[in-house]
């Protein structure tokens, strides 16, 4: 094993990545690969999304680039974590995209399900019913879907709600999805619709 090699192994070991991928998958108009996987934390700037001590939050990098190498819509309610262990199917608590090439990632914006929601925190969350959650187009056989709820408000007064992402048109940029997950769970699979992107395993 070469040097170099060895120097991106002790990096990887150091920084908790534990799964690369080198291959594309084309999913509709665009090719994703796996970046990293590693445990995580952490919050958007509007509100903070925090896990139960019986959980723990995933971090999952993807590199996106367009088939057209021109700006397409890109709908990232069509991403979805599959695990066989548990036979659960889970949505993202969040997912970003970094702005320009630097290293600043940008949450979607959030949709609720309806207005009354939507009106509860209006600087946060939109409410547009011709745009449809695709991650209810995908469900497996014996698989339960997770669909995690988010509290847009405080501890004392909460305003916690279920909510899906308006598609943004992307070139080229990475993708950071963050999951919750049962902290014994360790091996799952990343999807995009019907594509499988990787299968990753955390530490």
């Known amino acids: 094993m070469n040097i170099v090699k060895r120097l991106l192994i002790c990096l990887f070991v150091f920084y908790g990545i534990t799964a690369i991928s080198q291959d594309y998958v084309t999913s509709e108009n665009f090719k994703l690969k796996l970046i990293k996987a590693k445990k995580a934390s952490g919050s958007t700037w509007e509100y903070t999304i925090k896990t139960s001590k019986q959980t723990k939050k995933a971090q999952v990098r993807l590199r996106l680039k367009s088939l057209t190498g021109q700006k397409e819509s890109f709908d990232p309610n069509k991403f979805y974590l599959v695990s066989n262990e548990a036979n659960v199917r889970v949505r993202p608590l969040d997912v970003r995209y970094n702005y320009a090439a ?38 497996i056989d014996g698989f339960e879907n997770i669909s995690p709820d988010i509290n847009f408000g405080t501890k004392k007064k909460p305003k916690i709600f279920p909510s899906y992402l308006e598609p943004e ?25 019907d594509e499988k992107i990787a299968n990753v395993t955390l530490k």
């Open 102 to 139: 630097g290293w600043i990632f940008i949450p979607f914006n959030r949709l609720a399900f309806n207005s009354m929601d939507a009106q509860k925190v209006k600087d946060l969350v939109s409410y547009d019913p011709d745009i449809k959650d695709t991650f209810q187009n995908y469900d």
């Open 169 to 193: 048109d992307l070139k080229s940029c990475k993708l950071d999805l963050y999951f919750a997950l049962p902290n014994e769970l360790k091996n799952f699979e990343i999807y995009h619709g």
